[in-house]
Protein backbone atom coordinates (compact mmCIF):
# COMPACT_ATOMS: atom_id res chain seq x y z
CA UNK A 1 0.00 0.00 0.00
CA UNK A 2 1.42 3.53 -0.86
CA UNK A 3 0.57 4.76 2.79
CA UNK A 4 2.46 2.19 4.26
CA UNK A 5 5.30 3.17 1.78
CA UNK A 6 4.90 6.85 2.89
CA UNK A 7 4.82 6.47 6.02
CA UNK A 8 8.06 4.05 5.71
CA UNK A 9 9.74 6.76 4.12
CA UNK A 10 8.89 9.13 7.11
CA UNK A 11 10.66 6.77 9.32
CA UNK A 12 13.75 6.68 7.46
CA UNK A 13 13.69 10.73 7.13
CA UNK A 14 12.76 11.00 10.95
CA UNK A 15 15.87 8.86 11.87
CA UNK A 16 17.90 10.66 9.17
CA UNK A 17 16.92 13.78 11.15
CA UNK A 18 14.63 15.20 8.20
CA UNK A 19 11.80 16.29 10.17
CA UNK A 20 10.22 18.56 7.47
CA UNK A 21 10.34 15.50 5.10
CA UNK A 22 9.06 13.31 7.82
CA UNK A 23 6.27 14.95 8.36
CA UNK A 24 5.29 15.47 4.61
CA UNK A 25 5.49 11.83 4.31
CA UNK A 26 3.27 11.32 7.42
CA UNK A 27 1.09 13.67 6.08
CA UNK A 28 1.02 12.05 3.02
CA UNK A 29 0.40 8.66 4.27
CA UNK A 30 -2.72 10.16 6.27
CA UNK A 31 -4.23 11.70 3.22
CA UNK A 32 -3.17 8.58 1.25
CA UNK A 33 -5.74 6.54 3.31
CA UNK A 34 -8.08 9.40 4.09
CA UNK A 35 -8.70 9.06 -0.41
CA UNK A 36 -8.87 4.71 0.59
CA UNK A 37 -11.80 5.79 2.82
CA UNK A 38 -13.80 7.84 0.07
CA UNK A 39 -12.81 4.61 -2.62
CA UNK A 40 -14.38 2.46 0.38
CA UNK A 41 -17.49 4.62 1.23
CA UNK A 42 -17.81 4.65 -3.17
CA UNK A 43 -17.88 0.32 -3.02
CA UNK A 44 -19.99 0.05 -0.66
CA UNK A 45 -22.85 -1.10 -2.38
CA UNK A 46 -21.47 -3.23 -4.44
CA UNK A 47 -19.65 -4.64 -1.40
CA UNK A 48 -23.07 -5.04 0.58
CA UNK A 49 -24.90 -7.06 -2.47
CA UNK A 50 -21.91 -9.84 -2.41
CA UNK A 51 -21.14 -9.73 1.36
CA UNK A 52 -17.77 -10.24 0.92
CA UNK A 53 -14.73 -8.39 -0.24
CA UNK A 54 -11.57 -9.68 -1.96
CA UNK A 55 -8.05 -8.51 0.03
CA UNK A 56 -4.69 -9.24 -1.03
CA UNK A 57 -2.72 -11.44 1.34
CA UNK A 58 -0.06 -9.27 2.66
CA UNK A 59 2.40 -12.69 3.27
CA UNK A 60 1.55 -13.90 -0.19
CA UNK A 61 0.85 -12.92 -3.77
CA UNK A 62 -2.68 -14.90 -3.60
CA UNK A 63 -6.02 -13.50 -3.17
CA UNK A 64 -8.49 -14.60 -0.39
CA UNK A 65 -12.26 -13.83 -0.09
CA UNK A 66 -12.84 -12.33 2.90
CA UNK A 67 -16.19 -11.73 4.92
CA UNK A 68 -17.15 -8.38 7.01
CA UNK A 69 -15.26 -9.69 10.07
CA UNK A 70 -12.18 -9.25 7.76
CA UNK A 71 -13.46 -6.42 6.84
CA UNK A 72 -13.64 -4.99 10.48
CA UNK A 73 -10.05 -6.09 10.36
CA UNK A 74 -9.04 -4.13 7.85
CA UNK A 75 -10.62 -1.28 9.72
CA UNK A 76 -8.54 -1.64 12.84
CA UNK A 77 -5.81 -2.03 11.06
CA UNK A 78 -6.11 1.36 9.05
CA UNK A 79 -7.37 3.06 12.29
CA UNK A 80 -3.94 1.66 13.84
CA UNK A 81 -2.05 2.78 10.80
CA UNK A 82 -3.54 6.69 11.46
CA UNK A 83 -2.75 6.11 15.45
CA UNK A 84 0.62 5.88 14.22
CA UNK A 85 0.77 8.45 11.95
CA UNK A 86 -0.50 10.95 14.18
CA UNK A 87 1.73 9.62 16.90
CA UNK A 88 5.24 10.26 14.82
CA UNK A 89 3.92 13.37 13.48
CA UNK A 90 3.84 14.45 17.61
CA UNK A 91 7.39 12.82 17.76
CA UNK A 92 8.02 15.47 15.25
CA UNK A 93 6.45 17.96 16.93
CA UNK A 94 8.23 17.28 20.17
CA UNK A 95 11.48 17.26 18.51
CA UNK A 96 11.43 20.55 17.30
CA UNK A 97 9.73 21.78 20.80
CA UNK A 98 6.11 22.30 19.37
CA UNK A 99 4.63 21.52 22.45
CA UNK A 100 1.07 22.69 21.63
CA UNK A 101 1.89 21.22 18.23
CA UNK A 102 2.32 17.72 19.95
CA UNK A 103 -0.92 17.70 22.03
CA UNK A 104 -3.22 18.29 18.85
CA UNK A 105 -1.33 15.12 17.02
CA UNK A 106 -1.58 13.36 19.89
CA UNK A 107 -5.10 14.09 20.36
CA UNK A 108 -5.58 13.10 16.98
CA UNK A 109 -3.98 9.41 17.60
CA UNK A 110 -5.66 8.95 20.89
CA UNK A 111 -9.28 9.63 19.38
CA UNK A 112 -8.69 6.84 16.98
CA UNK A 113 -6.72 4.24 19.68
CA UNK A 114 -7.50 5.79 23.22
CA UNK A 115 -4.45 3.50 24.49
CA UNK A 116 -2.08 3.99 22.21
CA UNK A 117 1.07 3.77 24.38
CA UNK A 118 3.55 5.96 22.46
CA UNK A 119 0.49 9.08 21.88
CA UNK A 120 -0.09 9.30 25.55
CA UNK A 121 3.78 9.26 26.60
CA UNK A 122 4.24 12.03 23.99
CA UNK A 123 0.86 14.07 24.91
CA UNK A 124 2.00 13.95 28.84
CA UNK A 125 5.43 15.65 27.30
CA UNK A 126 3.89 18.23 25.78
CA UNK A 127 1.22 18.97 28.44
CA UNK A 128 4.29 19.00 30.76
CA UNK A 129 6.00 21.43 28.78
CA UNK A 130 2.64 23.54 28.08
CA UNK A 131 2.40 24.01 31.77
CA UNK A 132 -0.76 21.85 31.87
CA UNK A 133 0.73 19.56 34.74
CA UNK A 134 -2.69 18.17 35.83
CA UNK A 135 -3.39 16.82 32.42
CA UNK A 136 0.25 15.69 32.17
CA UNK A 137 -1.08 13.29 35.10
CA UNK A 138 -3.56 12.64 33.92
CA UNK A 139 -1.82 10.72 31.05
CA UNK A 140 0.89 8.93 32.70
CA UNK A 141 -1.93 7.53 35.45
CA UNK A 142 -3.65 6.00 32.30
CA UNK A 143 -0.24 4.59 30.85
CA UNK A 144 0.54 3.14 34.49
CA UNK A 145 -3.06 1.83 34.47
CA UNK A 146 -2.28 -0.43 31.59
CA UNK A 147 0.09 -3.28 31.42
CA UNK A 148 2.93 -1.60 29.23
CA UNK A 149 5.75 1.12 30.61
CA UNK A 150 4.40 1.12 33.77
CA UNK A 151 7.57 1.41 35.38
CA UNK A 152 8.53 4.61 33.39
CA UNK A 153 4.66 5.83 33.66
CA UNK A 154 5.46 5.81 37.57
CA UNK A 155 8.70 7.37 37.97
CA UNK A 156 7.51 9.79 35.40
CA UNK A 157 4.26 10.55 37.93
CA UNK A 158 7.17 10.51 41.02
CA UNK A 159 9.15 13.33 38.82
CA UNK A 160 6.04 15.64 38.01
Known amino acids: R???SAKEAGNVHYKA??????MESYRSALALLDEDVSDDESDD??????????????????TVTSTSSSSTSLSSER???????????????????EW??????????????????KAL??????LEECGRLYEAMQDLEKLASLEQDTIDAQREIARL
Do not use: K, M, Y
Open 121 to 126: VRRARC
Open 79 to 97: SDLIAVLHANLAACHVQRH
Open 2 to 4: AAL
Open 100 to 117: DAGVRACDAALRVRPEHV
Open 45 to 62: DAAEATEATEATDPSSSS
Open 17 to 22: GDLDAA
